[in-house]
């Protein structure tokens, strides 16, 4: 069984930085950040797997930056340039492929709400 508790949540204004940790209990492949908008399905965002190989959406990429402290069993989701379209519920999740799909993930965090203003 794995627990993953996220933190670092909140609001901003465009441009922006936040970032994003998840700290995970138990034995973990695969740890991504996920999201979901009102309305909208939820989608992922980035993701990682244990010797460190990343996926990001395209969308993010060049302004969010995955990283992992292994010792820590942590996950970081460094956020950078924020805009309006970036405002979610952000969910870490664990699972056990390299893939930005919501299926190939079991578990999930209660989420963090991450707000940028314009």
């Known amino acids: 069984q794995v627990q993953l508790v996220e933190s670092g949540g909140g609001s901003v204004q465009a441009g922006g930085s936040l970032r994003l940790s998840c700290a995970a209990s138990g034995n973990t492949y695969c740890m991504g950040w996920f999201r979901q908008a009102p309305g909208k399905e939820r989608e992922g965002v980035a993701v990682i797997n244990s010797i460190g190989m990343t996926t990001y959406r395209g969308s993010v990429k060049g302004r969010f930056t995955l990283s992992k402290d292994n010792a820590k069993n942590t996950l970081y989701l460094q956020m950078n340039s924020l805009n309006p379209e970036d405002t979610a519920m952000y969910y870490c999740?664990?699972?056990?492929?390299?893939?930005?799909?919501?299926?190939?993930?079991?578990?999930w965090g209660q989420g963090t709400q991450v707000t940028v203003s314009s």
């Open positions: 999740a664990a699972g056990y492929r390299l893939s930005l799909s919501v299926g190939d993930f079991r578990y």
